[in-house]
């Protein structure tokens, strides 16, 4: 009996290949960096774009000045009548999506997002970003930090 061959039939494709310079080889390394770029790309698009997370700093900044996005708690009423970031919205992650006429009004001047850890919060970005929302950012750390900076809750 013959042993069984384990070269693959086809080459491996390697997306960033290391070539000698020549005439085709920077070309075709070139290429392939430019594709990979594109994807990562579209990629970033099709997620919703990255995270723009905000600290916590400028949102104690807008609250004492009155002003600012919408701040939207998405955790659950439990937590947030515990203790949350003052004058945010409460709307669980779950409930968002059917609530939504109740942000509407910061669908143009900006949300931020939080939650516990952060897990529930990337979901809402999510939902709003691909419900139209234009500026929809994150609270860095969120209440668990918030609350481990000794921060004014309500």
Known sequence: MGAASCQPATPPCHPIAIRRPGRHGTARVQGRVSASIVLLGLALLACGGPSSDVDA????????????????????????????????????????????????????????????????????????????FGSVRHLAGDMASWRAAGRRQQ
């Open 57 to 132: 700093a400028t949102v104690e900044a807008w609250i004492a000045d009155g002003g600012g996005p919408l701040l939207l708690d998405v955790r659950s009423p439990e937590e947030y009548a515990s203790g949350h970031v003052p004058g945010a919205l409460n709307i669980p992650h779950d409930e968002l999506a059917g609530r939504l006429d109740e942000v509407e009004a910061a669908r143009d001047s900006g949300v931020v997002v939080y939650c516990e850890r952060g897990g529930r919060a990337a979901r809402a970005e999510s939902l709003l970003r691909e419900s139209g």
